[in-house]
């Protein structure tokens, strides 16, 4: 069961993420706050992926 909540996190973000809406706040934000939340994304999923292997 342990292993199953960060990967319905993960599945929980990648729907979340996806939208258009998130992709027109990040360009009304600016190039860098987007580089950066993209980042931080890309950052949590591979810390999740690590702690589920």
Known sequence: MKR???LGIVAFLMTTLASCSVVESIFKAGVWA???IVVVVIALIIW???KIF
């Open 48 to 50: 999740l992926i690590s």
């Open 4 to 6: 199953y909540i960060p």
């Open 34 to 36: 987007g580089v950066i």
